[in-house]
């Protein structure tokens, strides 16, 4: 087991790390601030991250339609892009679990086995990889309602789900415990589904929006300011619930936290 690697000194492990960052296609077009703080974040670890400028949708939307011939069309091209990295670096569970468990329409070469292996989500990156000890430049004092997809916990692990037994953990809290001022606030049912699901929440829209705001209104009744997430698909459908809505409620990417801003 390698030791945690400190914020205030770039080892040698660090500087031959070539991460490769995986932007998602609804990121780069609605939420640029939230790749930008990606790759600020990683910078500050010394790591010597690459954007591919060729790279598109990773094929989660057309896999879940059961589009395989325009998938695996997306995933060869993904492949490509990211084959040469140590480390593929993506701030959302739902792509990164796409690439890491679903890339099945493809001949699975020798590329395509490394580039499985080596996507990570930006969390458990930082928790897992780096195991980050801190974030000395980062301040929110704020009362934060946390949520963690369904694909970060039931499809990477990164967090306990409850339906299994066992000891509690969840490697986003611990993350955002080295914030200052932060301050986590408890909810009835973490784990459950927002309701946004991809192509769910076209097919059965009535469904999802309920679902949507069941999940605002409990962030809501625990005094929450900003709902926090790894994954910008379930704060953007919550948001958007919130705003119809008019409840009061802000929401951000954990990335931006943890890089100090801008908010």
Not at 30 to 56: K, M, S, W, Y
Not at 76 to 94: C, H
Not at 127 to 138: G, R
Request: proline content about 5%; glycine content about 8%.
């Amino acid at each position: 087991m390698t030791s945690p690697i400190s914020v205030t000194n770039s080892s040698t492990i660090q500087k031959r790390l070539r991460v490769g960052l995986f932007i998602p296609c609804y990121i780069d077009m609605i939420f640029p601030e939230v790749g930008i703080a990606t790759l600020q974040l990683l910078e500050r670890f010394g790591l010597d991250v690459h954007f591919p400028l060729n790279q598109t949708c990773c094929g989660q939307p057309m896999s879940n339609s059961g589009d395989e011939a325009n998938a695996a069309a997306a995933e060869n091209l993904f492949v490509r892009n990211f084959r040469s990295y140590d480390y593929i670096v993506g701030p959302a569970g739902s792509c990164v679990k796409q690439v890491r468990c679903h890339f099945d329409t493809i001949e699975q070469t020798d590329d395509v086995r490394h580039v499985r292996q080596h996507t990570y989500e930006l969390v458990e990156f930082l928790h897992d990889i780096l195991q980050v000890d801190s974030f000395p430049w980062a301040e929110f004092r704020q009362s934060v309602a946390l949520h963690n997809s369904c694909s970060s916990i039931r499809g990477l692990g990164i967090a306990k789900p409850s339906e299994i037994m066992g000891e509690p953990f969840d490697k986003t809290a611990s993350l955002l415990s080295k914030v200052k001022g932060l301050v986590i606030v408890p909810v009835d049912r973490p784990d459950d589904c927002c309701g946004f699901g991809g192509t769910f929440c076209i097919t059965d829209e009535a469904v999802s929006a309920r679902m949507g705001l069941d999940k605002v209104h409990d962030h809501l009744r625990h005094g929450a300011e900003y709902v926090v997430s790894p994954d910008m698909s379930c704060l953007m459908h919550q948001q958007g619930i919130a705003r119809r809505a008019d409840l009061d409620l802000k929401y951000i990417h954990v990335a931006q936290v943890l890089n100090g801003g801008p908010f």
